[in-house]
């Protein structure tokens, strides 16, 4: 069975950083992508950063220039470092992972808390 483990999380005061790691236990045939989801109190759940096994990266516009994902040196780990955090961001930040069927992989998700 496949899971997603997550670490990192907690509370920060404004303009301060906070790291984010995914592994996944258990395997999974034809990864295609790993990234993370972040959701709100009254929101929809929505794209933070993602990263395909080929490298490429993609980001929200809110956390351009801020946040930076990566693959870890351990395969299928993730890493989401976030700086400069703003109380905007406040969230559960989900990990989450993708095969080439398209079939989706979620962690439990974290709780970032910014404080201002």
């Known amino acids: 069975q496949v899971q997603l483990v997550e670490s990192g999380g907690g509370l920060v005061q404004a303009g301060g950083s906070l790291r984010l790691s995914c592994a996944v236990s258990?395997?999974?045939?034809?990864?295609?992508?790993m990234g993370w989801y972040r959701q709100a109190p009254g929101k929809q759940r929505e794209l933070v950063a993602s990263?395909?096994?080929?490298?490429?990266?993609n980001y929200a516009d809110s956390v351009k220039g801020r946040f930076v994902i990566s693959r870890g040196s351990v395969k299928n780990t993730v890493s989401l470092q976030m700086n400069t955090l703003k109380p905007e961001d406040t969230a559960v930040y989900y990990c989450?992972?993708?095969?080439?069927?398209?079939?989706?992989?979620w962690g439990q998700g974290t709780q970032v808390t910014v404080s201002s």
């Open positions: 990263i395909t096994t080929g490298g490429i990266t």
């Open positions: 989450h992972a993708r095969d080439d069927l398209a079939t989706n992989y």
């Open positions: 258990g395997i999974i045939f034809r990864l295609n992508a």
